[in-house]
């Protein structure tokens, strides 16, 4: 890469981080030092990251793996045991979610409910939990492991409902599979059902789009989340593009799809949760990504712990070696300076799209007051509205200031991920 490339929005980023979080928080991800344990925590989640899939999608940017049977075993096993590392390491904590992800778990649920039996052995599991499902493996027989795993949220990859996008984003399934799979989950007593839809495809028009929400919903789906195409330089989605002679819509298609979903959705009676997320008739909300502190089981899962983030080796045989052996299986950490933890909760209220004014000094201490100026700020030209006790993104701010936010974050997840699938060991990744 040249020096030279995007050197502009790097020295923006720069500027504004070291701005809002301080100049003490270092931003490199790397082997944790000599001794370091994870502290003993009272309550935090967990999630499960379950790597294999029959499917290998050329957009994905998750560490998954094809699925071999053969695996499957080592990668319970290794699960189970770093199910004890963790409890070992922080105590017999309260799990107040758990989210099973990959992956396809839906490949591993044989798996899951033995790895789920020692989390619940081990710790004490008063929360939800949560599982990813691809249309291809539901049926009845899945419905019965999830209930008995004690799974009560599920979401379905579906993507969309038209054939010629399944086929660009290169899903194997047929639309009539998906809306069987969906109507199977719906009618068989889940808390929620969400449906995960991707717009801003090459092709896809704003009809389509709302085809593929009004048939979730009238299938059963009660929460939607509909996210775009995202492009990371490690997939080989840029590739994949080139050879089919498509391209992603531009940014204004992406805009005006946005504000379909979003008109669509509040004349159907979903409200909205998130920049992507709806949901209806008052079910508890599927959600992957807004926990406050989690601790992260599998190749390349991620853990939010009081004194920073951590993420285990992404390679399943490292992976399974560290943790069979009774080994930490944490391959990079960032530790947390000043109110960095602070500031991580605000990016993913801001993402909810609500800002809890009170919790601010209880979470941000110092740096509450450059909070509220920056948030004032937001209000002022319109991307936000205050209401009682907190303040509401509005729908043009949903969708600006989740650019800028997934700007920063994809080029982080990026960098870090790039390096992780490159060697199971790295030395330090700055970002
Ligand atoms: S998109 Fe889903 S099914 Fe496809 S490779 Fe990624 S995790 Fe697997």
Redesign the pocket.
């Known amino acids: 890469m040249n020096p030279l490339d995007n050197l502009l929005p790097r020295l923006a980023t720069r500027a504004i981080r070291r701005y809002l979080v301080g100049a003490d928080q270092r931003w490199v991800f790397e082997p944790p030092p000599q001794g370091w344990m994870p502290p003993r925590l009272e309550r935090t989640s967990l999630y499960l990251h379950v790597p294999f899939?029959r499917?290998?999608?050329p957009y994905?940017p998750?560490n998954?793996i094809p699925y071999d049977p053969a695996l499957v075993e080592p990668y319970t096993q290794a699960a189970i045991a770093e199910v004890d590392w963790w409890a070992d390491t922080i105590g017999p904590a309260e799990i107040k979610s758990v989210y099973i992800g990959?992956?396809?778990p839906t490949l591993a649920l044989d798996s899951i409910a033995r790895v789920l039996r020692r989390v619940r052995e081990r710790f004490r599991l008063t929360g939800d939990i949560c599982i990813e499902t691809?249309p291809a493996d539901v049926d009845n027989e899945t419905v019965q492991q999830l209930h008995a795993a004690g799974v009560a949220l599920v979401s379905l990859?579906v993507q969309s409902f038209h054939p010629r996008h399944l086929a660009v984003l290169g899903r194997s399934y047929s639309p009539t599979v998906a809306e069987q799979a969906l109507a199977l989950l719906a009618e068989s007593g889940f808390a929620s059902i969400n449906a995960d839809l991707m717009f801003a495809l090459p092709g896809q028009t704003a009809s389509d789009l709302t085809a593929d929400l009004a048939r979730a919903a009238q299938l059963g789906a009660n929460q939607l989340t509909t996210y775009p195409l995202f492009t990371f330089p490690y997939t080989s989605v840029g590739k994949y593009l080139r050879l089919t002679a498509v391209r992603m819509p531009d940014l204004r298609t992406r805009r005006a799809h946005y504000r379909a979903i979003g008109r669509w959705c509040a004349q159907h009676g979903f409200e909205r949760v998130s920049v992507w997320g709806f949901k209806r008739d008052g079910v508890p909300r599927y959600s992957s990504v807004t926990r406050d502190g989690y601790i992260g089981i599998g190749p390349g899962a991620g853990s939010h712990l009081p004194d920073g983030f951590v993420l285990n080796t992404f390679d399943l045989n490292s992976w399974i070696d560290a943790a069979r052996a009774g080994r930490m299986a944490v391959a990079l950490r960032m530790a947390f300076a000043g109110q960095m933890s602070g500031w991580w909760w605000l990016y993913w209220r801001l993402y909810d799209t609500r800002i809890p004014l009170d919790d601010l000094d209880a979470v941000l201490g110092q740096d509450a007051p450059k909070a509220r100026l920056w948030l004032r700020a937001v209000e002022q030209i319109g991307l936000a509205v205050r209401q009682r006790g907190h303040i509401e993104l509005t729908e043009p701010g949903a969708f600006w200031l989740h650019l800028a936010q997934n700007h920063f974050a994809l080029n982080y997840v990026n960098t870090l991920w790039t390096q992780a699938r490159r060697e199971p060991w790295p030395r330090a990744v700055s970002i």
């Open positions: 899939c499917n290998c999608c994905c998750y998954r990959g992956g396809t691809n990859g």
